[in-house]
């Protein structure tokens, strides 16, 4: 018995979701009390951001990866 994985296409382009997720988390670090759960929320929302940079930087022309 052979395994489908199951696909679907996206509705969002992958900027637009990690933008709004990054910023979904910001707002909900905002509530947050200090502590842990803030700084995973705001590490997340980093993660995101950096997502957003490097595919940025994969689509620009030109753009190589180092040897």
Not at 13 to 39: D, F
Request: charged letters at 35%; one cysteine or more.
């Amino acid at each position: 018995m052979a395994k489908h994985r199951r696909r679907f296409k996206q509705s969002q382009p992958l900027k637009a979701r990690l933008a709004a997720e990054a910023e979904r988390l910001r707002e909900k670090a905002k509530k947050a009390a200090a502590g842990i759960e803030r700084q995973t929320l705001l590490r997340k929302a980093e993660q995101c951001e950096t997502g957003l940079h490097m595919s940025e930087w994969l689509r620009t022309p030109g753009a190589e990866l180092a040897p």
